[in-house]
Protein backbone atom coordinates (compact mmCIF):
# COMPACT_ATOMS: atom_id res chain seq x y z
CA UNK A 1 0.00 0.00 0.00
CA UNK A 2 1.39 3.34 -0.81
CA UNK A 3 2.44 5.64 1.75
CA UNK A 4 0.02 8.16 0.22
CA UNK A 5 -3.12 5.86 0.76
CA UNK A 6 -2.48 5.36 4.23
CA UNK A 7 -2.40 9.25 5.14
CA UNK A 8 -5.31 9.28 3.43
CA UNK A 9 -7.36 6.37 5.59
CA UNK A 10 -5.73 7.96 8.38
CA UNK A 11 -6.84 11.36 8.04
CA UNK A 12 -10.36 10.05 6.77
CA UNK A 13 -10.08 11.36 3.52
CA UNK A 14 -10.59 8.86 1.32
CA UNK A 15 -13.21 9.47 -1.59
CA UNK A 16 -15.26 6.64 -0.42
CA UNK A 17 -15.87 7.68 3.44
CA UNK A 18 -14.31 6.35 6.71
CA UNK A 19 -12.37 3.74 5.41
CA UNK A 20 -11.41 1.76 9.09
CA UNK A 21 -15.76 2.41 10.22
CA UNK A 22 -16.71 0.86 7.13
CA UNK A 23 -14.47 -2.00 7.71
CA UNK A 24 -14.93 -2.54 11.32
CA UNK A 25 -18.92 -3.12 10.54
CA UNK A 26 -18.25 -5.44 7.82
CA UNK A 27 -15.74 -7.63 9.54
CA UNK A 28 -17.92 -7.72 12.39
CA UNK A 29 -20.97 -8.86 10.12
CA UNK A 30 -18.41 -11.04 8.44
CA UNK A 31 -17.69 -13.14 11.59
CA UNK A 32 -21.57 -13.93 12.41
CA UNK A 33 -22.28 -15.20 8.06
CA UNK A 34 -19.02 -17.60 8.08
CA UNK A 35 -21.59 -20.20 7.92
CA UNK A 36 -23.15 -18.87 5.22
CA UNK A 37 -19.81 -18.46 2.98
CA UNK A 38 -18.24 -21.84 4.14
CA UNK A 39 -20.05 -25.08 2.95
CA UNK A 40 -18.45 -27.43 5.54
CA UNK A 41 -18.94 -25.01 8.63
CA UNK A 42 -21.88 -24.57 10.57
CA UNK A 43 -23.83 -22.07 12.62
CA UNK A 44 -22.12 -20.57 15.74
CA UNK A 45 -23.62 -18.24 18.53
CA UNK A 46 -21.14 -15.52 18.18
CA UNK A 47 -21.08 -13.56 20.96
CA UNK A 48 -18.40 -10.73 20.81
CA UNK A 49 -16.65 -9.37 17.57
CA UNK A 50 -13.63 -7.16 17.81
CA UNK A 51 -11.74 -5.45 14.60
CA UNK A 52 -8.84 -3.48 15.12
CA UNK A 53 -6.53 -1.98 12.92
CA UNK A 54 -3.37 -0.86 13.26
CA UNK A 55 -2.07 2.22 10.56
CA UNK A 56 1.57 1.75 9.69
CA UNK A 57 3.53 3.81 6.91
CA UNK A 58 2.86 1.41 4.23
CA UNK A 59 0.45 -1.05 5.29
CA UNK A 60 -3.04 -1.40 7.44
CA UNK A 61 -2.93 -4.16 10.01
CA UNK A 62 -6.27 -6.07 10.71
CA UNK A 63 -7.05 -8.31 14.00
CA UNK A 64 -9.76 -9.59 15.05
CA UNK A 65 -10.96 -11.43 17.65
CA UNK A 66 -14.18 -13.36 17.90
CA UNK A 67 -16.10 -14.88 21.36
CA UNK A 68 -18.36 -17.83 21.72
CA UNK A 69 -20.02 -19.86 24.50
CA UNK A 70 -20.93 -22.10 21.89
CA UNK A 71 -19.85 -25.72 22.13
CA UNK A 72 -17.19 -25.33 18.99
CA UNK A 73 -14.53 -23.26 18.21
CA UNK A 74 -14.75 -19.85 15.71
CA UNK A 75 -11.44 -19.90 14.26
CA UNK A 76 -13.53 -19.97 11.13
CA UNK A 77 -15.53 -17.06 12.31
CA UNK A 78 -12.16 -14.75 12.99
CA UNK A 79 -10.36 -15.48 9.87
CA UNK A 80 -13.80 -14.40 7.99
CA UNK A 81 -13.81 -11.28 9.96
CA UNK A 82 -10.10 -10.30 9.28
CA UNK A 83 -10.18 -11.04 5.41
CA UNK A 84 -14.03 -9.38 5.08
CA UNK A 85 -12.31 -6.06 6.90
CA UNK A 86 -8.94 -5.97 4.79
CA UNK A 87 -10.67 -6.52 1.16
CA UNK A 88 -13.44 -3.96 2.48
CA UNK A 89 -9.97 -1.40 2.75
CA UNK A 90 -9.20 -2.48 -0.25
CA UNK A 91 -12.15 -1.81 -2.57
CA UNK A 92 -12.68 1.49 -0.39
CA UNK A 93 -9.17 2.61 -1.11
CA UNK A 94 -8.60 0.92 -4.91
CA UNK A 95 -9.39 4.14 -6.52
CA UNK A 96 -6.24 6.10 -5.04
CA UNK A 97 -4.21 2.81 -5.18
CA UNK A 98 -3.98 -0.36 -7.27
CA UNK A 99 -0.54 -1.45 -5.76
CA UNK A 100 -2.38 -2.54 -2.61
CA UNK A 101 -2.20 -6.69 -1.62
CA UNK A 102 -3.86 -8.30 1.13
CA UNK A 103 -1.33 -11.20 3.08
CA UNK A 104 -0.31 -13.10 5.26
CA UNK A 105 -4.04 -13.77 7.36
CA UNK A 106 -3.45 -16.44 10.14
CA UNK A 107 -4.53 -17.81 12.83
CA UNK A 108 -2.72 -16.61 15.76
CA UNK A 109 -4.47 -17.91 18.76
CA UNK A 110 -7.03 -20.07 19.83
CA UNK A 111 -8.60 -21.22 22.87
CA UNK A 112 -11.18 -23.08 24.96
CA UNK A 113 -13.08 -25.88 23.41
CA UNK A 114 -12.34 -29.79 22.97
CA UNK A 115 -8.90 -28.90 22.23
CA UNK A 116 -7.54 -26.59 24.48
CA UNK A 117 -5.72 -23.62 23.88
CA UNK A 118 -3.16 -23.33 20.94
CA UNK A 119 -0.74 -20.15 20.10
CA UNK A 120 1.33 -19.84 16.78
CA UNK A 121 4.92 -20.22 17.84
CA UNK A 122 8.18 -18.81 16.49
CA UNK A 123 6.78 -16.04 14.27
CA UNK A 124 6.37 -12.04 15.09
CA UNK A 125 2.60 -11.55 15.06
CA UNK A 126 2.12 -9.75 11.31
CA UNK A 127 -1.02 -7.94 10.14
CA UNK A 128 -4.14 -10.05 9.28
CA UNK A 129 -4.13 -11.79 13.08
CA UNK A 130 -6.75 -13.74 13.85
CA UNK A 131 -7.80 -15.10 17.35
CA UNK A 132 -10.73 -17.14 18.58
CA UNK A 133 -11.97 -17.55 22.02
CA UNK A 134 -14.74 -20.26 23.44
Not at 3 to 9: L, M, N
Not at 44 to 56: A, E, P, S
Not at 89 to 107: N, P, W
Request: charged content about 20%; hydrophobic content about 45%; aromatic content about 4%.
Amino acid sequence: MLSETTAKVASNTVNKGDVLATARVAGMQAAKQAALLLPMSHPVLVGNVYVNFTIGDDHIDVEATVDTVDRTGVEMEALMAVTVAALTVYDMCKSADRTMTIEAVALWEKSGGRSGTWRRQGLSQPGGTASAEE
